[in-house]
């Protein structure tokens, strides 16, 4: 079982950053992969990245390849998104996932916990 609360999500100005943060508790957190979706009113969930319980291998979204970083340190049990260049249709809900098998997914039925969300809002 892993339990999952995200943190950092708030208001900014298009082309600024923020960093997000998903602190787990449980003991599985550092053999997990992890996951970043977002989801804004009206669309489906999406996803944004996801990083292999090592922290070797990650993928990210075509939208967001290049301003986007996922790291995670499992000292701290927590996995980070790092969001640069920030622009108005990033604006969501997002939302930590963690997933009990080995290998990276894109898709969000593959992981099997969720955090509540943080809001990210990009003004233009």
């Known amino acids: 079982q892993v339990q999952l609360v995200e943190s950092g999500g708030g208001l900014v100005q298009t082309g600024g950053s923020l960093r997000l943060s998903c602190a787990a508790s449980g003991r599985t957190f550092s053999s997990s992969v992890m996951g970043w979706f977002r989801q804004a009113p009206g669309s489906e969930r999406e996803f944004v990245a996801a990083?292999?319980?090592?922290?070797?291998?990650?993928y990210n979204a075509v939208s967001v390849k290049g301003r986007f970083t996922i790291s995670r340190d499992n000292a701290k049990n927590t996995v980070y998104l790092q969001m640069n260049s920030l622009k108005p249709e990033d604006t969501a809900v997002y939302y930590c996932?963690?997933?009990?098998?080995?290998?990276?997914?894109?898709?969000?039925?593959?992981?099997?916990?969720w955090g509540q969300g943080t809001q990210v809002a990009v003004s233009s």
């Open positions: 990083i292999s319980w090592a922290g070797s291998t990650a």
């Open positions: 996932a963690a997933r009990r098998f080995t290998y990276l997914s894109r898709n969000r039925n593959d992981y099997d916990y």
